[in-house]
DNA sequence: AATAGTTTCATACAATTGTTTGAAACGCAA
DNA sequence: TTGCGTTTCAAACAATTGTATGAAACTATT
């Protein structure tokens, strides 16, 4: 048994360089030093390089799903089985920035590790992505449970849209600093949980206020 | 001059490639075999590998980013100087949103690249992208004109939203298609623009409706 | 036709990549 | 201690990468 300690060096180390280069440009032989460990050592304990990032991926994965059905579970059981709508996509988006934006020293490897893995998709993460749509399915028909007037296809829409948000806003958000001169604070979590899920929420709920709005939906065919 | 045949021919290569497989895994080997070209012709031509993204890169953006202020220039004209919130965001979100979506056959390998470009951040284009916020300041700037009350940062978050809408939807259509079991429609454009723009703009303009809906600000401390 | 400049080409180069190898070091039961 | 399975290590390997070279093929001016 021994605690594998260089099994785990290994994946710490191959953690923190891909959350913050990026696959592309971590080699294995960058990961090994960071562990401190002898090069061979990946393929000993792992097979392969995409073997490694696709244990990497897997753990990680059950592990932020895991976290964000537990506040799914939590927000229903305090709704009585009927979660808010606000609730429901607040446990969808909020593990992740929680994990991704704040003070620097305070985010988690794992998020930002899972951001790059959605981003820069590479084979054996791509593999594996299939499961996390069964995932998502399932805070779609939480979804339905909070809303169920509102058509199925409103609500994916409403879902991605989410997601969109708090991973744009993770990926890019330099640059919302840079253009808004500072003014937009990424530091303030929760203040941006609040905007991500009061943008999805509205785009969900608003539908019988659209006709008040001025919003003008778009002429589709002349 | 001899219209430069080979340079434009791996200039065309290269960013079908680079549109569908990414920078990471498109070598120069696959630029000049799929351009019918030497593969010494790219370092004559263009210096080395870094130079030819660039300049692609730049000549895309440039192309883009004039399509965007065209479509606001024609809607501030249409509306006397002051154009429609939703008719600047969909400036903003619509050029992308048409080059990449819809039939197959009718994508653009430009804006394609676009978004490859934005996710996979190589050096040569990370160090130019600097400008484009530049280019986005004009449409913030429109858009204050056009919601003289909304405060600055609300403005920059709307316009940072729609971006996230706008690129998310590009890069996870597929996975929204599998989710939605093909109920969400992403052929149709001008209904995704649509969505993406009334998200947005909801976000900007239902602050006043925000106590009357259900949506519940998350309580920053206890 | 002869020449000078440009472009193409096959080939080679040096560097980097993931992976393999076989011996050494280790842990531990007999 | 002996022996055996596991783990580590330095070194090498084969493949792939971007780039450089120098001769050949072209183009166009004289």
Not at 140 to 154: F, G, H, W, Y
Request: hydrophobic residues 45%.
């Amino acid at each position: 048994m021994a605690t594998d300690q260089t099994r785990t060096a290994i994946l710490i180390a191959a953690e923190r360089l891909y959350a913050e280069r990026g696959f592309s440009d971590v080699t294995l032989r960058d990961i090994v030093a960071e562990a401190n460990v002898n090069l061979a050592a990946v393929n000993y304990h792992f097979g392969s390089k995409d073997e490694l990032i696709a244990e990497l991926f897997v753990t990680r994965s059950i592990a932020l799903n895991r976290e964000r059905l537990r506040e799914l579970r939590e927000a229903e059981d305090a709704g009585g089985g009927r979660a808010d709508i606000s609730d429901i996509l607040r446990a969808l988006v909020g593990p992740i920035l929680r994990g991704c934006l704040g003070p620097e020293n305070q985010r988690s490897a794992v998020a930002q590790f899972m951001i790059r893995a959605s981003i820069e998709s590479v084979p054996p993460i791509r593999r594996i992505k299939t499961k996390e749509i069964d995932h998502l399915r399932k805070f779609a028909s939480a979804m339905q449970r909070a809303l169920p007037d509102s058509s199925e296809v409103d609500l994916f829409w409403g879902l991605h849209f989410a997601l969109a948000m708090a991973h744009h806003t993770i990926r890019e958000s330099e640059r919302l600093t840079k253009l808004s001169d500072g003014q937009c604070d990424l530091d303030d979590v929760e203040d941006v949980i609040a905007r991500v899920v009061r943008g999805a929420v509205l785009g969900l709920t608003a539908r019988d206020q659209a006709a008040k709005s001025k919003v003008k939906i778009a002429a589709r065919s002349p």
